[in-house]
């Protein structure tokens, strides 16, 4: 096993616009990927170690934004309420 699942999910994440670029539509509306696309996209491949690593810093980095995301959702929900509640 020489890719980290985890850091192969981030890049491809990361890269989805590259993927999405590659969407065909068929005239009656079926999008399609050819599994060509993926046979020619070369995935970086760094030691496992650091694949962890970067993995690791990614989702510690998600788990802070969307915590943050959180509460300023939450402030924003309580503003919005006592705007229309004591106004």
Known sequence: EDFSPRFVLHWLIHNADLFLSKVTTATH?????????????????????????????????????????????????KSIANAFLFD
């Open 29 to 77: 509306g079926t999008c399609r990927l050819s599994t060509d696309v993926f046979k020619q996209v070369l995935i970086p491949k760094p030691p496992k170690f650091h694949q962890e690593k970067i993995a690791n810093l990614i989702d510690q980095t998600l788990e802070i934004v969307n915590s943050n995301h959180k509460k300023h959702i939450q402030d924003l929900n």
